[in-house]
């Protein structure tokens, strides 16, 4: 049988006075964590990190572009960051706030916008890939004081509760007609089944779009 002590046996001291035993483990724990606070401080707090054998390199700024793009009949020219979303350049930069920030993440479709006549996620479209695109937001659909007719058709039926989704859903509709999706309600619900709404509007929105297809 083992003769071991169980203190022995994990490393710690036997006799209170033995400064040849390994540190216990409050003592290990302690100077990890003041070695690693000074890491962080001087490394990322200092604005740089460490490399090799201790060089320490300063971060550069983010990448940036120029992107030129037409957005509700307005030419626009400006310097982002290449991570920029179009919904981001919509809202932050343009000021154009109807275009929804929702899930962020390309499945509620509360941030629809046209893009070439195309209903895309802005909040998942890189920004500085629109160099010459024609982008049409939810400020962009009535002409002047004369709304759009599926805006007027929301109007008629109904079709928003909250409000929030209302944007992504109009435009999302007007995308809807322009392609031709409007042959039965079960057809306008599969090609619009992108686009959510919270407070369960559905059969109104349908309404909305039918009878805005209607008159073409």
């Given amino acids: 049988m083992s003769t071991e002590s169980p203190e022995s046996a994990v490393g710690l001291p036997t006799e209170p006075g033995d400064s040849t035993s390994a540190p216990t483990r409050h003592t290990f724990v302690a100077t990890s964590t003041a070695v690693g606070g000074a890491v962080v401080a001087g490394g990322v707090i200092g604005g740089s990190f460490l490399v090799g054998s201790g060089d320490a390199v300063a971060a550069g ?76 937001t939810i400020e962009g659909l009535a002409d002047g004081d ?3 007719p599926l805006q007027q058709a929301f109007i008629d039926e109904d079709a928003s509760q909250c409000g929030y989704c209302t944007p992504g859903q109009i435009v999302s509709g007007v995308g809807c007609i322009r392609e031709g999706h409007t042959g039965s309600p079960e ?30």
């Fill in 146 to 148: 004369q709304l759009h």
């Fill in 61 to 136: 700024p983010a990448p940036s572009s120029r992107v030129s793009l037409t957005v509700n009949g307005t030419r626009r020219t400006v310097t982002v960051d290449n991570r920029t979303s179009l919904l981001d350049l919509l809202r932050e930069h343009f000021g154009l706030t109807g275009s929804k920030k929702g899930c962020n993440a390309g499945a509620c479709g509360a941030c629809t916008v046209l893009v070439d006549g195309r209903r895309v996620n802005s909040c998942l479209t890189l920004a500085v890939r629109l160099e010459g695109a024609e982008v049409t």
């Fill in 187 to 216: 057809e306008i619900r599969e090609w619009m089944s992108g686009n959510i709404c919270r407070c369960g509007c559905y059969v109104k929105i349908v309404r909305a779009v039918q009878q805005t297809a209607g008159r073409k």
